[in-house]
């Protein structure tokens, strides 16, 4: 099951694996993105760091780890096809597997329903 | 709270099309329609329909309207024939860029400057309170008109079928008056995306229609209707410069890349000495294109390096589609504005490599001068 931050990335794991990306919302925001500058594997994250950058037509655009982990591999597609973060940011688009820490960081994380509310009440 | 945005009179229209929305010198504008790529696209390879009513329209009449507008901008407004027009910066005293427009020849009594939304109001005061020399009148009529620019390779072709204006007769920058899907129109062939096109200066009330039209055979021919974000895009792969980003009343034209468009050579005009002395004692700045070699992004307020000296600024700054690279216009330090120069351009992340260029990436179907 999908958990959102209100940063808009979501995070979805399995056993000591989270694969993160953006929501539907955040790319709809960003508007057409061009490039993805996507960390190297290895690299260490805690909860709420940079994870990468993405480049919209309109603007760079931070991404933050929704939980804390080590980077165990980053969407290859992304470099030849950045436009799947707009197409299907919730599942082909997805932006970068970590192996996960700490599991308890994922309880202040919304889920689908409270995620869409706060999306409506920030406008 | 600000002042109250200003809406377009085709706003309704973009509502109903459920356009994003941006907010652009005081006017609630359109961003993109269908995403700015793809708008970038149509432009580039069949033809987009942009609404740019926000532009402002400012009539100088009167039997010393050609003398005056020449003494106001540094183009050579005199050899125009009625019919038409010129791209040229106005500057004040100190040759500092108040504004970029295009000036019209209407009538060899009568001219119509099209200038940047935002700076309509301080263009009409200053054009008003230079005056009092010549016999003009002058009249702001922004509020008259609604603009709309029809823009691409195939703009003539396609436009053709809507009128009995013959117009491969219009050559750029001419333009001429006649109807369009009926609606009454002056045309131009003029633009701001590189390709070739035409705008259309309408009554308010009757630009729905027109629109609408526009819209349909846009539809029907793998063209589209575009936003704010693909005419930024076009314009900045083009190196078309935008007033407020590219130039202000600190640069002046020769440092901007313009002085093709200051004619020293013809009668006094507001800023001519003071250009003059900047060319004789040479330029410290000027404008210049950056094109990035590695992967990422400039954007506006970057800054250009050279084995970590900042040597200039960018002003704009995006991914060009064409190209596949990301592209900018900055000012560099004469010594460095050389084409070719390997330079830094220090993003928020990264330092990406760079090249400094003619500050023109893609040429398309746009016709010469």
Known sequence: MKKFAKSHEWVEVEGKTAVVGISNHAQEELGDVVYVDLPEPGKEVKKGEVLCTIESVKAAADVYSPVSGKVLEVNKNLEEKPELVNESPESNGWLVKLEIVDESELSDLMDEEEYRKFCESEG | ?369
């Open chain 2, 1 to 369: 709270m600000g002042k109250e945005l200003k809406n377009s009179p085709l706003h309704n229209e973009h509502t109903r099309l459920k356009a994003k929305f941006t907010e652009f010198a005081g006017w609630y504008l359109p961003l993109e329609f269908e995403g700015t790529l793809k708008e970038h696209k149509a432009v580039r390879e069949v033809a987009g329909v942009f609404d740019v009513s926000h532009m402002g329209e400012i009539i100088i009449e009167g039997p010393d309207a050609v003398k005056y507008a020449d003494f106001l901008v540094t183009n050579d407004v005199t050899h125009l024939k009625p019919g038409q027009a010129c791209y040229t910066p106005m500057c004040n005293e100190n040759g500092g860029i108040l504004d970029d427009l295009i000036v019209y020849k209407i009538t060899t009594e009568k001219i119509m400057m099209v200038v940047n939304a935002a700076n309509t109001d301080k263009d009409y005061k200053w054009i008003t309170s230079h005056a009092s020399d010549f016999d003009v009148e002058i009249r702001d009529v922004s509020n008259d008109y609604a603009l709309i620019a029809f823009q691409g390779p195939k703009s003539e072709e396609l436009l053709q079928s809507l009128s009995s204006v013959r117009l491969s007769t219009i050559p750029y920058y001419s333009f001429t008056y006649g109807r369009i899907s009926g609606v009454p129109c002056m045309i131009s062939r003029t633009g701001y995306t590189g390709e070739d096109g035409f705008e259309f200066y309408v009554d308010p009330e009757a630009a729905v229609i027109l629109w609408r039209r526009l819209h349909d055979i846009v539809k029907t021919s793998g063209g589209a209707l575009c936003g704010l974000g693909a005419r930024d895009l076009l314009r900045l792969e083009a190196g078309y410069l935008l007033y407020g980003n590219d130039m202000d009343e600190s640069t002046t034209p020769l440092e901007a890349g313009l002085s093709w468009t200051v004619k020293f050579e013809k009668g006094t005009f507001i800023g001519k000495e003071a250009l003059l002395e900047k060319k004789k004692k040479g330029l410290e700045k000027r404008l210049r294109g950056i094109v990035v070699e590695d992967k990422g992004i400039p954007r506006p307020g970057d800054s250009i390096v050279v084995s970590n000296e900042e040597v200039g600024t960018i002003t704009s700054g995006g991914f060009s589609p064409m190209l596949g690279k990301g592209i900018a216009l900055a000012y560099l330090k004469i010594e460095y504005a050389k084409e070719g120069t390997d330079v830094g351009v220090v993003t928020k992340r990264k330092e990406l490599k760079a090249r400094v260029t003619k500050p023109s990436f893609y040429r398309g179907s746009v016709r010469s001068r």
